[in-house]
């Protein structure tokens, strides 16, 4: 009837009238294909629907699931003819968005709802932030939250609170969920568990568990009961963070509250007991869990063997193993894993072999983690016939393993892990991925990149998913081949990748000084909602101090406490030798005591960053105090803490003193290794140049704390050694002999040397004049098949240039270029400033514009001299391009040849320009004096 009426309405040009009729039937239709055949029915008449219609229509379709038509009908009919959508239509459109996944329109509607100061429907608010969590878009879903609850008091469905709390949460977006939970409070919306717990386990995850706990007192003062599980879980979070104080007052709360703790809470607790070696304790937790009839499980013993294997107590370790199978507690392959690790570490290889074999015996089956920790720490195995062992024994194939056995070849170990392999999936399919892993992590330890994809490739056909751990290896050795590309594609084949995934790959970055890669990913391990651990912060924060980025690097540590990540002794010793190697021992200093006010034990390594720094600074004295506090904590000076003290005082010129500590080295026992004799003979051959017959005299309050530094170390008098090279060094004509002297000494301890070595003996034999000598040293080096690189040239050629040979040295640098060694920087400004000092100009100029061309920018100095060779030619045109060209590159000639360009240049009656010279010279004057006095 209602057709026939607007059929017969429209008939008669009633049209207001039919449209009414349409209107209605469209929105009070019982079906969506009513609806649709009421608009039908105006089209085919030409005309067209008003927008209340069209809102009744479009949302009847998203309704009944009909999105696609609905956002045709909505383009074609609305966007297309140019007409402003009502509110309905706009709120029907956010949630047809959000069903075809298209959230940046949805967005637009929704904006333009809140732009036009309307509250969106809870429909669509829920759709929305339903849209953009699924798509882990959840800042974004936040956003809307706050524009929603900002506008009016409507109350919006569980699911939309438990997905923003619990997404923000495990992003480490924790106030913004702190913010969702009070508007829930506040709009009093009852609190779920996800809820809850959501915010509980995110406040514990990012390091924040005071205010976890005291978000756990709020809730439960909103009438929601702390269950067990989040007790436990509060617990666990303290003992991580080494607060066993509050752990155990949280422990005490839990049974006042009625809930008696289980196997899992008392493990938690011996686990951070012994974690900081409060063995006692530990017992203590232990002796109260069997009082209360719970039978400690494995995971209790494993703790201890953990920890006993840690500190170096095998032989405790070795024990609790007896004594945990005389308790009938079968020991997992995990148990075996530390302990032969901790056996391989003393080189007690017969014991490994016994344990190995014994744990074989009780049907213990080997696994990946077991085959990947051997092979690392064994010095004698050969990785893929080891593979073989344990795969045998994974496909129940028992043999008799020796270890250190070595197969004819790869290629027949290869064939026979083949057929293993087979037998596994034939038989074991269940553990087949275990077994292809293992393979994969052995060709991967070979080196054997093709093999270990193609066996990738062939899990893949087999449906097998590998192991993180042969992701991990493959990751590994692609980084180290150079190929990062590779690695990363592989990083999206991986199932939610690990954080050692991310470990090795910003590791390799940082090796390669790639920072900005390495930090890239950082950001992206932080947008995934995992935490970064203390190893990647380790990394870039080791990677900025290198390259003597120490603000950045200062930054990096703050924002990794910022974070929560509680850090290690490994990142504070990272820290510390950044600030030790910039000149910066005060911060190193308070580092140091930092770390031991967060109940880290300084290391060896620590002790050994911090030492050297102060001794750079001047606080020789100060140095001491913490040499005492290192022998005191029972770490003995060893040959790195020598070869740093010994570069800092060759530094300071204090040569005599350098000598001495290098003699303690041999009477104390500590081996001098290559990097010593290196570090000693490239600082000896520094001095050689500016010697004038004396040795820099420090004063007397360093000399105090040397001799404390000395008795510390354990030293007397003043060795022969000092007395010998003081009578030697009385003139300059005996430099070159002093320097052979301290050549041979050094050959004596290394008769094999390196390319490194070489360099610093002809580095000190072109100091000392004695260039015959460094050119036989040269044809020794090849001699030993080594080649000549560009630190090797450059040291020649600053040798001729300073007997004033300019045309020997062009000639080396050609002979280099026909060898094939590419010059670098420091070469182009040696050969710079050899052609400024025989005053040839021209051929400066042209090396300058040669290293320019290469990529290379002159240094300040190489531009200074060029600058004061053209102004004593009186070349003011040359010069005044020189002078240019420094400034465009950021540098400022000195005051001296400013003044004497510009004297120069007055002289040429060239006004405008010595102008302009002399204005430039006033506004860097000013802009200093301003950033004096701010």
Request: charged share 25%; proline share 3%.
């Amino acid at each position: 009837m209602c057709f026939s009426l607007a059929d017969h309405l429209l008939s008669r040009g009633l049209f207001s009238a039919a449209q009414k009729v349409i209107q209605r039937l469209i929105s009070q239709s019982s079906s969506t294909t009513e609806a649709i055949s009421a608009a039908d029915l105006v089209f085919s008449r030409g005309m067209d629907l008003d927008l209340v219609s069209y809102a009744s229509l479009i949302r009847k379709l998203v309704i009944s699931g009909e999105a696609l038509m609905a956002e045709t009908l909505y383009i074609d009919r609305i966007v297309g003819k140019g007409l402003k959508p009502d509110c309905n239509l706009l709120n029907s459109m956010i949630i047809c968005f959000c069903k075809l996944g298209k959230l940046k329109e949805a967005k637009h509607c929704f904006d333009r709802l809140i732009e036009s100061g309307i509250v969106p429907w809870v429909g669509s608010c829920n759709a929305i932030i339903k849209g953009f969590t699924v798509q882990d878009r959840i800042f974004e879903a936040y956003e809307c939250f706050c524009k929603v609850s900002e506008a009016n008091d409507s109350v919006l469905n569980f699911a939309c609170y438990n997905r923003l709390v619990d997404g923000l949460s495990k992003r480490g977006f924790l106030d913004e969920g702190l913010h969702v939970f009070d508007i829930m409070i506040k709009k009093k919306v009852p609190l779920t568990v996800n809820v809850c717990k959501s915010l509980i386990i995110g406040f514990c995850k990012w390091g924040r568990v005071e205010e976890a706990e005291i978000l756990s007192l709020e809730i439960e003062s909103h009438g929601f009961v702390v269950d067990k599980f989040m007790y436990t879980y509060l617990i666990n979070s303290y003992c991580k963070a080494r607060k066993m104080k509050m752990a155990m007052r949280l422990y005490m709360r839990m049974m006042k509250m009625g809930y008696e703790p289980d196997n899992y809470t008392y493990n938690t607790l011996i686990h951070g007991f012994i974690n900081l070696g409060l063995f006692s304790e530990g017992w203590v937790l232990h002796n109260e869990m069997v009082s209360s009839g719970l039978k400690p499980s494995l995971v209790t013993y494993q703790v201890m063997l953990h920890k006993y294997c840690r500190d170096g107590k095998v032989d405790c370790a070795l024990k609790l193993l007896s004594d945990i199978i005389e308790c009938n507690i079968a020991p997992n392959v995990h148990c075996y894993t530390v302990l032969l690790a901790a056996l391989c570490k003393e080189q007690k290889l017969g014991d490994v072999y016994k344990l190995y074999h014994k744990m074989l015996d009780n049907g213990v089956v080997p696994d990946h983690v077991l085959f990947f920790t051997l092979v690392k720490n064994h010095p004698e195995v050969d990785e893929l016939y080891f593979a073989l062992t344990v795969l045998q024994a994974i496909a129940k194939e028992p043999r008799n393993i020796e270890f250190p056995s070595r197969p004819k070849s790869n290629t027949d170990v290869m064939v026979e892990i083949e057929r293993v392999l087979d037998e596994i999936v034939k038989n074991r399919p269940v553990i087949a991925d275990k077994a292809f892993s293992i393979y994969i992590i052995a060709l991967c330890m070979g080196g054997k990149i093709d093999a270990a994809l193609d066996c990738m490739e062939k899990m893949e056909k087999l449906r097998l998913v590998p192991l993180h751990t042969a992701f991990n290896s493959l990751i590994k050795l692609l980084s180290q081949e150079g190929l990062v590309d590779s690695a990363e594609s592989l990083l999206k084949v991986m199932q939610d990748p690990n954080q050692l995934t991310f470990e090795i790959i910003v590791n390799e970055l940082c090796k390669k000084g790639d920072f900005s890669s390495a930090v890239d990913v950082l950001y992206r391990i932080e947008e995934k909602g995992i935490k970064p651990s203390v190893s990647i912060y380790n990394s870039i924060i080791g990677c900025l101090g290198r390259n003597r980025m120490i603000h950045e690097a200062e930054s990096f540590f703050y924002r990794m406490l910022e974070f929560g990540v509680d850090p290690d002794v490994t990142v504070f010793v990272t820290m510390i030798n950044a600030y030790s190697k910039n000149g910066q021992a005060n911060k190193a200093q308070k580092l140091f005591e930092k770390m031991t006010d967060c109940d880290l034990r300084p290391n060896s390594p620590a002790y050994t960053a911090l030492i050297p720094g102060l001794v750079k600074k001047n606080m020789t004295k100060k140095s001491c105090v913490y040499l005492g506090r290192m022998l005191k904590d029972g770490f003995l000076p060893n040959v790195v803490l020598y070869t740093a003290l010994i570069k800092q005082f060759l530094r300071k010129r204090e040569f005599e003193f350098a000598f001495r500590l290098f003699g303690l080295m041999s009477k104390s026992e500590v081996e001098q290794d290559l990097v010593t004799c290196i570090t000693f003979l490239s600082g000896v051959s520094r001095n050689i140049r500016g010697y004038n017959g004396n040795w820099y005299l420090s004063n007397k309050k360093s000399e105090n704390g040397k001799e404390i530094m000395l008795r510390l170390l354990h030293q007397t008098a003043i060795s022969s050694d000092g007395k010998s090279l003081r009578i030697l060094i009385a003139s300059q004509g005996e430099m070159k002999f002093f320097a052979l002297k301290l050549i041979e000494r050094i050959k004596k301890m290394l008769p094999v040397l390196d390319l490194y070595l070489y360099n610093g003996i002809i580095s000190g034999l072109c100091w000392a004049h004695g260039m015959r000598e460094a050119y036989e040293h040269l044809d020794e080096m090849l001699r030993d098949g080594l080649c000549p690189n560009q630190v090797t040239f450059t040291i020649l050629i600053d040798g001729h240039i300073q007997f004033g040979e300019i045309d020997n040295a062009v000639a080396l640098f050609n002979r280099m270029n026909a060898n094939g060694v590419l010059p670098d920087r420091m070469l182009f400004n040696t050969l710079i400033r050899g052609f400024c000092r025989a005053g040839r100009f021209v051929d400066a100029l042209s090396v300058s514009h040669t290293m320019q061309k290469r990529g290379f920018l002159p240094s300040k100095s190489s531009y200074e001299k060029i600058l004061g060779l053209l102004c004593g030619r009186r070349l003011s045109g040359d010069a005044l391009r020189i002078f240019e060209e420094m400034v465009a590159h950021g540098y400022f000639p000195c005051r001296y040849n400013v003044r004497w360009l510009s004297s120069i240049l007055w002289e040429d009656d060239k006004l405008e320009e010595a102008r302009g010279v002399c204005e430039m010279l006033m506004s860097r004057r000013n802009d200093r004096k301003k950033l004096e006095s701010s």
